[in-house]
């Protein structure tokens, strides 16, 4: 059958909710797990670098994974995947209360939760994709805002956890906290079986047709035509094979583009963020004010990535969508380099202002151009291939600005850094596309 054009509403909303909520599980659960690190730095007698690996080993493993996410999506669909993503990622800071050393943490709640979450993260966005089009660019950034939302109300409640429970208290409601997303992988309901339904209704009315006593011979000619269209199909079902990954969206040169900018873009993006409490704590601001400035970063970013949504649905603007993405990208960057020589809090304030209202424009337009380069058919594939290089990208990026930190004892050099990388990225998007289109 021919696919199901998207409905742009309806049902479309309670996906967009479950997706919101995956969203923000799989990019805040990361950071907010770092609430914990100082009590297992004591009870497993490790350094700071040893626990920061159960953060980068999730992410790791939601970036990594990705082609196995698509192979699974195109041989299972995506709603199993999603039932068993919220078990994995469950069952994985279940056992993680329970580890006595810190490789044990590394296997649960590190790689166990992380595959966890990240089949559950790319089911969503694809099946995000097929329920809108119209209204695509709304419902990506309205999507993306379930990470700062999710990133804003986790670690506070991390922190209660952990002064009423202890941290394997925590880990363990944590871990019933991550159920959720079992729930929210049962609303994604593939649009075939409204297609069946309609299919249904038509046989319906055919056979009530057919029941009247009007042209006998011409509906026994038409059930007889049906029926050798129907033998056609099954006979050519076989020689159809499912495709788990489709490696031909290597030739189109857009999807090229974008991958290499997006590599180049990660590289510096979440370095930041990751630095900048430390980073205000050397320049003399207390403990409270420092942690306040992510606070900061998270309220702009909510209302940031709904917003770019909007604007990017627009329609002079939505052909054009690439074009906004490198734009964003390029006032991310800027912003960490006009940053680098803030030494006092209103300075890092001011700052945090303007990197929220640029990582909240990243987020929305992320996907939604990926969407726009590929269609929504390879999108299932595309996005899986791109994590896995994003997966690279994550691992060299913030743990080398981290050793260069301890090499240098200077941020503003990191920042510099950063901001170039982003900066790059943007050019490259931007003259690539322009002299692709030319072409």
């Not at 990594?64 to 041989?75: A, D, E, Y």
């Not at 804003?152 to 991550?178: D, N, T």
């Not at 180049?264 to 980073?279: A, D, E, M, R, T």
Request: aromatic share 12%.
């Amino acid at each position: 059958p021919a696919p199901v054009k998207p409905p742009d509403g309806g049902w479309g909303w309670i996906v967009l909710l479950g997706c919101f909520v995956i969203t923000g599980f799989s990019y805040a659960f990361p950071k907010a797990v770092s609430v914990y690190f100082k009590e297992l730095m004591k009870d497993f007698h490790v350094g700071y670098s040893d626990t920061a690996w159960i953060s980068s080993i999730m992410l790791a493993m939601l970036y990594g994974t990705g082609p196995v996410c698509s192979i699974m999506v195109n041989q299972f669909g995506c709603r199993p995947v999603m039932l068993i993503g919220g078990l994995l990622a469950s069952s994985g800071m279940i056992l993680a209360s329970f580890t006595t050393n810190i490789i044990e943490l590394y296997l649960t709640a590190g790689v166990l939760t992380g595959l966890g979450m990240a089949l559950n993260f790319q089911p969503s966005l694809i099946m995000l994709g097929t329920y809108f089009d119209k209204r695509r660019p709304l419902a990506n950034g309205l999507a993306a805002a379930g990470s700062p939302v999710f990133l804003s109300s986790l670690s506070p409640l991390g922190q209660v956890l952990l002064e009423k429970f202890g941290w394997r208290g925590g880990f363990l409601i944590m871990g019933g906290l991550l159920l959720n997303c079992c729930t929210c992988g049962a609303v994604m309901r593939p649009l075939d079986m409204g297609m069946k339904r309609k299919m249904e209704k038509a046989q319906d009315k055919y056979e009530a047709k057919e029941m009247l006593p009007i042209g006998g011979k011409s509906e026994e000619g038409i059930s007889t035509t049906d029926g050798t269209k129907k033998t056609k199909k099954a006979k050519k079902k076989p020689k159809k094979g499912k495709k788990l990954l489709d490696f031909s969206i290597f030739s189109n040169r857009g999807f090229i583009i974008y991958t290499i900018s997006k590599f180049i873009l990660v590289l510096g993006l979440f370095v930041p963020p990751i630095l900048l409490v430390n980073y205000a704590k050397d320049t003399g601001v207390p403990d409270t004010e420092a942690a306040f400035l992510l606070s900061i970063i998270g309220f702009i970013d909510i209302f940031a990535r709904p917003a770019c949504g909007m604007v990017a649905g627009l329609k002079w603007v939505r052909p054009h969508v690439a074009y906004l993405f490198s734009f964003a990208m390029l006032f991310n960057g800027l912003t960490d380099i006009c940053s680098a020589r803030a030494s006092n809090y209103t300075g890092l304030v001011i700052f945090c202002v303007f990197f929220g209202i640029s990582y909240g424009m990243v987020g929305a337009l992320q996907f939604e151009v990926l969407m726009a380069i590929v269609g929504s058919q390879k999108f299932s594939s595309a996005i899986g291939l791109v994590l896995l290089i994003e997966a690279f990208a994550v691992l060299i990026g913030p743990p080398s600005a981290g050793r260069l930190v301890d090499a240098l004892k200077n941020y503003e050099v990191i920042f510099y850094l950063a901001g170039s990388e982003v900066v790059l990225s943007a050019l490259f998007l931007a003259m690539a596309t322009y002299c692709c289109l030319n072409r």
